[in-house]
């Protein structure tokens, strides 16, 4: 499991006109959300989203939400709401619908188009899609659902109004407040002092920014910073940012139409989320602006502008292969500027760094969060919550979307306006909405699913601890041969090492002492290869630690003559 609890056991069959909600993923992280109700033997999915690995899931792509507590009941699924186009949102809809390809996806204009872009690269075509926007009502089997707009950092986020007959549930989905965001759409707090007013049975809400005091910064206090790059730069911008932040990109263009600069994207993600963006009209692209990447070496340095991929570092990113410079045709000159316009991702801060370090042993200069107001959060903190609290006054509370510590300071918000019901879960931990109380009712089977390649799932703790004691510790491989007449060693062991910086010889003194031992243990009737083959690698593991304070992966193979 992802997030073990044992002291709860599987949850009792859900009482008639109850709701249950069993969180999948997103309860104890930042990422894979997953969220799946029931009611009255129906299912609904809101969002499926991936997290990304950290460094130590080595070899992993991606990491889906557990789709194993649900697999049974594929066909009682109603529809997949999804609140936005994030990856964390949406990521993960391809491997969900591989397994039941009819399922409704239920999102706005934008939302869908992300997705189907991605069903596209999965080979998924046929899929069924419905449209929906903010002040859209629409049911799928006993769920009523109403769509709310919400502010966020990419357009078109959307919470949900859950209507069953156990009551009424909202989800926030990623939200902010932010009374001036660059789009004009604000969070609609009229439509959620309306369904308050109604009577909110449970509240899910957004848990991100729990922890930060005030209200999130307006995205227009970026301008400035931004406008300051440009105005300063002498030479080639290249401004890296998230492949969804439409708006941030909408800035940047902006800025280059004021300067006289034309603008190319690189990056695969980055040039398809963009060319949507704009078809769909959310991104509005000045006349004569954008160019392909490569053309911009044609123009002078000081009309360049490259957004690019790669704000976190990610090794395969665009902006990653420029810092090393074995990207194809973008190559950092003395006197480049970098805008780094994203905020910094926890686990990604070595990677980010050294990008950052990358381009500046290069001669460029490189703006960041750190120097400068290039980026602020698409999630609502601690004042804007507290606001939302008192304006729904919600009968009960599930903190989501967060680590542990997030949901936690979520949850003291709304105690300390007076809400007594707050309850706080993590993935696998059901929830059960009974007569407008909701409590956990137990929990399910729910672990993180390894994307390895084309392998789904296959992967499991136990390889990656292999990967990691390999990429730490190297391994030793140990031959023996054991003649099956005379039943004495009859060669080696022949031993060989890989990643670390033994010398030959180095096993010399151990190799009579693992000759007796194998000796001894035939002698004392053990005759099992497999038994020999443990026998030699406590030999040798206890040698090497007590000799190199070393603990690697050690391969014995005991071989019958």
């Not at 950092?153 to 990623?174: E, K």
Request: hydrophobic share 40%; proline share 5%.
């Amino acid at each position: 499991m992802s997030h073990p609890h044992p002291e709860l056991s599987a949850p009792a069959p859900l009482e008639k006109g109850a709701l249950r909600v069993i969180p999948l993923g997103g309860l104890g992280e930042v990422g894979r959300n997953m969220t799946v109700f029931e009611y009255d033997d129906r299912l609904l999915v809101l969002d499926c989203g991936v997290l990304f690995p950290e460094d130590h899931h080595p070899g992993v792509d991606l990491i889906l939400p557990d789709f194993g507590p649900i697999r049974d009941r594929l066909d009682a699924i109603e529809a997949v709401v999804l609140t936005h186009g994030h990856e964390d949102h949406i990521g993960a809809v391809p491997y969900l619908l591989r397994e039941r390809q009819d399922i409704p996806l239920v999102g706005s204009r934008l939302t869908l188009a992300l997705t189907a872009s991605k069903l596209r690269e999965h080979r998924l075509r046929q899929t069924v899609q419905h449209v929906v926007k903010e002040g859209d009502r629409i049911s799928f089997g006993p769920f009523d659902l109403e769509f709310v707009a919400v502010n966020h950092s990419i357009p078109d986020a959307l919470a949900v109004a859950i209507r069953t007959g156990a009551g009424l549930a909202l989800a926030t989905g990623d939200f902010k407040m932010d009374q001036l965001p660059l789009d004009g759409r604000i969070t609609d707090l009229r439509a959620f002092a309306r369904l308050g007013e109604e009577g909110v049975d449970l509240f899910l809400t957004d848990s991100t920014n729990a922890e930060v005091p005030g209200f999130t910064t307006s995205e227009r206090k970026i301008t400035p910073a931004v406008e300051q790059v440009f105005r300063e730069s002498e030479q080639r911008i290249i401004v890296a940012c998230f492949a969804s932040h439409i708006h941030r990109v909408q800035q940047i263009l902006d800025a280059a139409a004021q300067h006289g600069r034309k603008v190319g994207y690189v990056g695969r993600s980055m040039v398809r989320n963009m060319q949507i963006a704009a078809e769909l009209g959310y991104l509005h692209v000045p006349p004569g602006v954008l160019v392909e990447a490569k053309t911009l070496a044609d123009l002078p340095p000081d009309r360049q502008v490259l957004v690019s991929t790669g704000s976190q570092g990610e090794p395969m990113s665009a902006l990653s292969r420029i810092a090393q410079r074995s990207h194809n045709f973008v190559r950092i000159e003395p006197g480049d500027t970098v805008l780094m316009a994203s905020s910094l991702i926890p686990g990604n801060e070595n990677a980010v760094y050294r990008v950052i370090n990358g381009l500046a042993r290069l001669g460029a200069k490189v703006v960041h969060k750190g120097n400068a107001l290039v980026h602020v959060s698409g999630h609502a903190s601690a004042g804007e919550l507290l606001y939302c609290y008192n304006v729904v006054r919600p009968r009960n509370v599930l903190p989501v979307h967060g680590e542990i510590r997030h949901l936690l300071a979520n949850g003291d918000l709304a105690r300390a306006v007076g809400i007594d019901n707050v309850v706080i879960a993590e993935d696998g931990v059901v929830v059960d909405l009974v007569d407008g109380a909701a409590r956990i009712a137990g929990k399910v089977d729910c672990g993180y699913v390894f994307v390895d390649g084309q392998s789904v799932g296959d992967i499991t703790e136990s390889e990656l601890k292999d990967r990691r004691i390999l990429g730490e510790e190297g391994f030793i491989s140990i031959i023996v041969v054991v003649d099956s007449v005379s039943g004495k060693v009859a060669g080696g062991p022949e031993i060989h090492a890989r990643g670390n910086a033994w010398e030959p010889g180095a096993f010399d003194e151990i190799s009579q002492p693992i000759v007796d031992a194998v000796n001894a243990a035939i002698g004392e009737g053990v005759t099992d290869t497999y038994q020999l083959q443990q026998i030699v690698r406590r030999v040798i593991g206890r040698w090497v630690s007590d000799t190199h304070r070393r603990r690697p992966m050690i391969i014995p193979v005991v071989l019958e003559a």
